[in-house]
C-alpha cells in the first residue's frame, strides 16, 4: 500500500493540510470559493431566495450563506435594492450585526456570505418566554442601540428593527440581521414607504419623508413588544395599524402603558414613540447618546455591553458548529405583526388618559 500509494497520499495530505493552515489565517474569508460550501440546513426564506447553513469543506467552519434568486430580482426590478444591501454590508463591521464575508455570483443566483448565527431569533425566545422582564429588555434594546450608534454615525438608516431580525449568538448577545431596507441617507431624508407594518413610523406611513429617528420609533416599539410580549399599535392588516396609529397621535401625550411597566420604563416609550420625529428621543443632534443618558439605562454600562462583559439573560444550547436546532420550523404565512389584537389589548398596550 505504501509502495503504490504511499507518496500520493502523502502529496495530497499535505496540500490540504497546507490550504487549510492558509484558510485559517485567512480571517477576511477572500480564499473561500462558493464551490467549497456544503449545505447544512435551510435556516429561512424570503422574498428573492433562502438562508442556508453551510460549512466550508477546507477549515469545517459554517457561516449563513444568503442566496438570492437572479429571475425575481430581475422580474421584481429589484437590482438597485440588492446592490444597496450588499454595498451597506461591504461597509460596516460590527460586533453585535450579522456580518458580511464574501459575495458570489453563479448563473441562476447572487450569494451572500455571513457570519452563522445558531441561537435563533429573539422572537422565537419571545415566543417561548412571552415577555421579558425589564432587565432583560434592557439588556437587548442597550445592544440594538448601539447598533444604532453606529449606523447612523455612517448616515445608515436600518428601517426594519423587529424580533424577527434579531439574532442570539452563542455566547447570549445579539446579532443585528436582514439589512434589505437599510439606506444611506445622504440627503438627509427619504420618502420610501417600507417596513413591518406594526413597526413602521407615522411618518412613514405618511410618506413626508423620513429620516434615521425612524430608528428610535422601532426601538421604542421593539422595547413595549419585549416587555409586554406584544406590540403597541395592532392591526389585521396596515390600515388598521396606521388607524390606531392615528389615534394614539391624537392622545398624546396623553397615553399610557400596561399597567406592569415602570414608571421609567413608561418615560423612556413615550420619549421614543413620540409621533413628531424631530421631538422623539435620540432625533437630537445627539443622537444615540441622549437614548443612553435616559434614565432607563442608569444601571446599565454600555462599555460593558460593547465589551460583552454583562451576563446575558439567556445563553442559547449549542452543541457544535453544526447544531440548528435553535431554529424552528414556522409557517412562511404566518405574520405575527397581522395577527388579530389580544383581547382587551386597549388596556394593556398603550391607552388614552382621560
Same mark, same amino acid.
Given at each position: 500500500?505504501?509502495?503504490?500509494?504511499?507518496?500520493?497520499?502523502?502529496?495530497?495530505?499535505?496540500?490540504?493540510?497546507?490550504? &487549510?493552515?492558509? !484558510?485559517?489565517? %485567512?480571517?477576511?474569508?477572500?480564499? /473561500?470559493?462558493?464551490?467549497?460550501?456544503?449545505? $447544512? *440546513?435551510?435556516?429561512?426564506?424570503?422574498?428573492?431566495?433562502?438562508?442556508?447553513?453551510?460549512?466550508?469543506?477546507?477549515?469545517?467552519?459554517?457561516?449563513?450563506?444568503?442566496?438570492?434568486?437572479?429571475?425575481?430580482?430581475?422580474?421584481?426590478?429589484?437590482?438597485?435594492?440588492?446592490?444597496?444591501?450588499?454595498?451597506?454590508?461591504?461597509?460596516?463591521?460590527?460586533?453585535?450585526?450579522?456580518?458580511?464575508?464574501?459575495?458570489?455570483?453563479?448563473?441562476?443566483?447572487?450569494?451572500?456570505?455571513?457570519?452563522?448565527?445558531?441561537?435563533?431569533?429573539?422572537?422565537?425566545?419571545?415566543?417561548?418566554?412571552?415577555?421579558?422582564?425589564?432587565?432583560?429588555?434592557?439588556?437587548?434594546?442597550?445592544?440594538?442601540?448601539?447598533?444604532?450608534?453606529?449606523?447612523?454615525? &455612517?448616515?445608515? !438608516?436600518?428601517? %426594519?428593527?423587529?424580533?424577527?431580525? /434579531?439574532?442570539?449568538?452563542?455566547?447570549?448577545? $445579539? *446579532?443585528?440581521?436582514?439589512?434589505?431596507?437599510?439606506?444611506?441617507?445622504?440627503?438627509?431624508?427619504?420618502?420610501?414607504?417600507?417596513?413591518?407594518?406594526?413597526?413602521?413610523?407615522?411618518?412613514?406611513?405618511?410618506?413626508?419623508?423620513?429620516?434615521?429617528?425612524?430608528?428610535?420609533?422601532?426601538?421604542?416599539?421593539?422595547?413595549?413588544?419585549?416587555?409586554?410580549?406584544?406590540?403597541?399599535?395592532?392591526?389585521?392588516?396596515?390600515?388598521?395599524?396606521?388607524?390606531?396609529?392615528?389615534?394614539?397621535?391624537?392622545?398624546?401625550?396623553?397615553?399610557?402603558?400596561?399597567?406592569?411597566?415602570?414608571?421609567?420604563?413608561?418615560?423612556?416609550?413615550?420619549?421614543?414613540?413620540?409621533?413628531?420625529?424631530?421631538?422623539?428621543?435620540?432625533?437630537?443632534?445627539?443622537?444615540?447618546?441622549?437614548?443612553?443618558?435616559?434614565?432607563?439605562?442608569?444601571? /446599565?454600562?454600555?462599555?460593558?455591553?460593547?465589551?460583552?462583559?454583562?451576563?446575558?439573560?439567556?445563553?442559547?444550547?449549542?452543541?457544535?458548529?453544526?447544531?440548528?436546532?435553535?431554529?424552528?420550523?414556522?409557517?412562511?404565512?404566518?405574520?405575527?405583526?397581522?395577527?388579530?389584537?389580544?383581547?382587551?389589548?386597549?388596556?394593556?398596550?398603550?391607552?388614552?388618559?382621560?
Amino acid at each position: 500500500f505504501r509502495r503504490l500509494f504511499g507518496d500520493e497520499l502523502k502529496g495530497n495530505f499535505n496540500s490540504k493540510f497546507a490550504k &487549510r493552515a492558509s !484558510a485559517e489565517d %485567512d480571517i477576511s474569508g477572500a480564499m /473561500i470559493q462558493l464551490k467549497e460550501m456544503e449545505g $447544512i *440546513k435551510l435556516l429561512g426564506r424570503g422574498s428573492y431566495g433562502k438562508v442556508t447553513l453551510v460549512r466550508h469543506v477546507v477549515t469545517g467552519k459554517t457561516f449563513a450563506l444568503k442566496q438570492i434568486s437572479k429571475e425575481k430580482v430581475e422580474t421584481l426590478d429589484q437590482h438597485d435594492h440588492i446592490n444597496n444591501e450588499k454595498c451597506i454590508l461591504a461597509s460596516i463591521n460590527h460586533p453585535m450585526v450579522c456580518n458580511l464575508i464574501k459575495t458570489f455570483k453563479n448563473r441562476t443566483s447572487l450569494y451572500m456570505l455571513m457570519d452563522a448565527v445558531l441561537g435563533g431569533e429573539l422572537f422565537q425566545l419571545l415566543h417561548k418566554r412571552v415577555k421579558f422582564s425589564e432587565k432583560a429588555t434592557k439588556f437587548y434594546v442597550a445592544q440594538v442601540t448601539l447598533v444604532f450608534e453606529y449606523l447612523h454615525s &455612517r448616515k445608515i !438608516a436600518f428601517r %426594519d428593527l423587529k424580533p424577527e431580525n /434579531i439574532m442570539i449568538h452563542q455566547d447570549g448577545y $445579539i *446579532k443585528v440581521c436582514d439589512f434589505g431596507l437599510a439606506k444611506i441617507l445622504n440627503n438627509g431624508r427619504t420618502y420610501t414607504l417600507c417596513g413591518t407594518p406594526a413597526y413602521a413610523a407615522p411618518e412613514v406611513y405618511a410618506v413626508v419623508g423620513h429620516d434615521t429617528s425612524v430608528d428610535w420609533w422601532t426601538l421604542g416599539v421593539l422595547l413595549h413588544e419585549l416587555h409586554a410580549g406584544y406590540t403597541p399599535f395592532i392591526g389585521c392588516d396596515a390600515n388598521q395599524v396606521y388607524s390606531e396609529l392615528r389615534r394614539y397621535e391624537m392622545y398624546y401625550p396623553k397615553v399610557s402603558f400596561p399597567r406592569h411597566f415602570s414608571q421609567i420604563s413608561s418615560d423612556i416609550l413615550k420619549s421614543l414613540l413620540h409621533p413628531r420625529p424631530k421631538d422623539r428621543l435620540g432625533a437630537s443632534s445627539d443622537g444615540a447618546k441622549a437614548v443612553m443618558s435616559h434614565t432607563f439605562f442608569d444601571d /446599565i454600562s454600555f462599555a460593558d455591553i460593547m465589551a460583552k462583559q454583562m451576563k446575558p439573560p439567556h445563553i442559547p444550547t449549542i452543541d457544535d458548529c453544526y447544531d440548528t436546532s435553535n431554529f424552528k420550523a414556522r409557517k412562511d404565512d404566518f405574520e405575527k405583526e397581522l395577527m388579530p389584537a389580544p383581547p382587551g389589548y386597549r388596556h394593556e398596550s398603550w391607552c388614552a388618559k382621560f
